[in-house]
């Protein structure tokens, strides 16, 4: 989604700035611009729909330098996509800006600055906020109370960046509810939506509070609270290397990141043989918090949203507590009605999504006895404002799909259930079964990522298909659910997720012959009923194609394909079929000829609800 990178600084910043964009690609973007002030005070703008690199092409042509500047990479919301939406937007060749977020009031802002004789050039929400902060400047203000003047009229999410060629060292930005962190250098100081933009520049770090507004020179800063009350915000050290993203020789990022799942496992498992007690990896105060908890609320958007159904039926199944899941987008709107000394558990890869973010910040207040978020990024907004946090050792996740990063959440949220489940209903017995389960769970993977030639054959049948109905029972149906996420998303082949047992209460009148339906199969109590299910499908012309434990009985048949999947333990089933599913997604839209790793209209932090 949209990136932010600005520097003030005494060299020229033009290569710094683009090489935060290029840090920030893999979020998902459309078009990317770059201004700066040069040394004669003038405002050089590059902007343009498409990729970092034909901005930088346009550099290269037209080199435009300076030692002050702001630069974004767009994922478009209001106005399509193009060089005249694209960021920095300018106003009246004095003030740049760039924008992150959603201004809600847009329109109203719109009316009353075209009324003041403003133009505007963009179909863009961010375009008013350009066009306010030059007017407060004409009226004789300084860069940053124009700023400050300015955010006061923004309904809506913002994280903003500006630079004033009246104010040439200078670059002034504020956020609310969107993402940003100062980078400290010496004699530079840099903003960027992300650490990860200005680590080649800088290893410490400001993060920025809801409502911050703020001035950084070359030689100094100033943060201002929401009300302009000068403050100081914790400086942050990152010294861990920032980990080295290639393709490691493999064609996408996607295949990549299924391939690392045993190694990401096992590192998230690991946490638990570095503590000292399993309930010390979801942070300090942790074992207080799991004595008192009598409920678990789970809230999360889209695969992590998956990864907090699959932990549901481990929550109340293995350790006997109530447990309730919720999209953030629905969550965050509803008055609810919360069990006592629940515990709210946030699930997110980025830890920066607005609607989760806006979930646990809505949940304040008591609602809850205490916040955990399972994230995969340390420091992110999430990982900051909860009250416990259990971080997945996935390493850095590019593909738009979420792969690793799900899988090792699932991790996580069985050590939940591990944690609370000795407090409660779990047997010693049990307790050391899910141990070795999951202590196994690598190899498991590593076999079924062996199955890939066998799946990348079955992918080919879809492939003239426009849609596909996934079935699951039990804690197979989130997976199910998972597995027609990976195959729309990256495919865009319409796909369809039901529990097995809804099928003839509406889906089977979409089975014909036409229509593949994809089964994961358990292989538990459930696998009877599954099985009639499945023949409902078939009597009707469909034609099926089972994941199955290689033990369950099912054999391939004139359209009954099975893949026989490794005989595994049940409670991480759910966790090794995954990898079957999105093993087929990759298949079918690499011979689809998609995008894998980028696909259209998605990005891969959604910072804007
Ligand atoms: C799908 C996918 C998205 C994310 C969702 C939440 O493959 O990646 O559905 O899961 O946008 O993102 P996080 O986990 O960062 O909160």
């Not at 459309?30 to 729909?49: C, F, P, R, T, W």
């Not at 690199?53 to 300076?66: D, R, S, Y």
């Not at 999410?157 to 010496?186: F, M, N, T």
């Not at 850095?396 to 799909?401: H, L, Q």
């Amino acid at each position: 989604m949209c990136g932010i990178v600005a520097a003030a600084a005494r060299r020229e910043v033009s290569e710094i700035l683009l090489e935060g964009l290029r840090r920030l690609e893999y979020r998902g973007y459309d078009s990317a611009g770059m201004a700066l002030i040069d040394n004669e005070h003038n405002l050089q703008l590059h902007k343009q729909q498409g990729k970092v690199c034909e901005l930088e092409k346009a550099q290269k042509l037209h080199p435009h330098l300076g030692c002050t500047g702001i630069a974004h990479t767009r994922w478009a919301t209001h106005g399509e996509p193009s060089g005249a939406n694209a960021h920095p937007h300018i106003s009246g060749q004095r003030v740049a800006l760039v924008h992150n977020g959603i201004i809600e009031n847009h329109a109203a802002l719109r009316e009353e600055l075209l009324a003041s004789g403003y133009e505007f050039s963009s179909a863009t929400d961010t375009e008013v906020v350009v066009h306010l902060l030059h007017q407060a400047l004409d009226g004789g203000k300084t860069l940053l109370v124009a700023l400050q003047e300015t955010v006061r009229r923004l309904e809506g999410a913002y994280a903003i960046a500006a630079v004033d060629v009246e104010h040439p060292d200078q670059v002034v930005a504020a956020r609310k509810g969107s993402p940003l962190v100062i980078g400290v250098g010496i004699g530079e100081n840099f903003l960027a939506s992300d650490q990860l933009a200005l680590r080649q520049v800088t290893d410490r770090f400001i993060f920025l509070e809801e409502g911050d507004v703020v001035e950084i020179t070359p030689s100094s800063m100033q943060i201002y609270d929401e009300s302009g009350v000068p403050v100081e915000r914790k400086r942050t050290l990152i010294s861990e290397a920032v980990e080295v993203v290639d393709l490691g020789g493999f064609d996408h990022y996607m295949l990549k990141e299924i391939h690392e799942q045993p190694r990401a496992l096992a590192a998230t498992y690991a946490q638990a043989a570095t503590h000292p007690h399993i309930d010390d990896c979801f942070g300090a105060g942790a074992a207080r918090v799991f004595d008192r908890v009598k409920a678990i609320q789970i809230v999360a958007c889209g695969t992590s949203f998956h990864a907090g159904m699959v932990a549901r039926y481990w929550l109340e199944e293995l350790a006997g507590i109530p447990c309730q899941v919720e999209v953030a987008s629905e969550f965050r709107y509803r008055k609810r009605v919360t069990h006592a000394d629940s515990l709210l558990v946030t699930i997110s890869q980025s830890g920066e999504t607005a609607d989760t973010l806006a979930a646990l910040r809505n949940a304040a207040g008591g609602e809850f006895i205490a916040s955990l978020v399972v994230s995969n990024v340390a420091n992110s907004s999430l990982v900051r404002e909860s009250d416990l946090v259990f971080l997945t050792k996935a390493g850095m996740e590019i593909g738009v799909a979420s792969t690793k990063a799900f899988t090792t959440q699932l991790v996580g949220l069985l050590m939940l259930t591990l944690a609370l489940g000795r407090r409660r209903a779990m047997s010693e017995e049990k307790q050391q079964e899910v141990v070795a389960a999951l202590q196994s769970l690598p190899d498991y993977v590593q076999q079924t990522l062996e199955l890939n030639s066998v799946i990348e054959e079955l992918s080919g049948a879809f492939i003239p298909k426009h849609h596909a109905l996934f079935l699951g029972r039990g804690i197979e149906y989130p997976i199910a659910m998972e597995g027609a996420l990976k195959l729309k998303e990256i495919s865009y082949i319409h796909a369809e997720a039901y529990p097995a047992g809804e099928l003839k209460h509406g889906p089977l009148a979409l089975v014909d012959d036409d229509m593949p339906v994809v089964a994961v199969a358990p292989s538990d109590d459930l696998l009877e009923k599954l099985k009639s299910n499945l023949e409902e499908v078939r009597s009707r012309g469909g034609e099926l194609f089972v994941f199955a434990d290689q033990q369950a009985g099912f054999v391939s048949e004139p359209r009954v394909k099975v893949f026989p999947m490794p005989h595994c333990p049940e409670v991480i089933k759910p966790i090794v079929y995954t990898v079957a599913l999105q093993l087929l997604s990759y298949h079918v839209a690499l011979q689809k000829g998609t995008d894998v790793d980028k696909p259209r209209n998605l990005a891969k932090s959604v910072t804007v609800e």
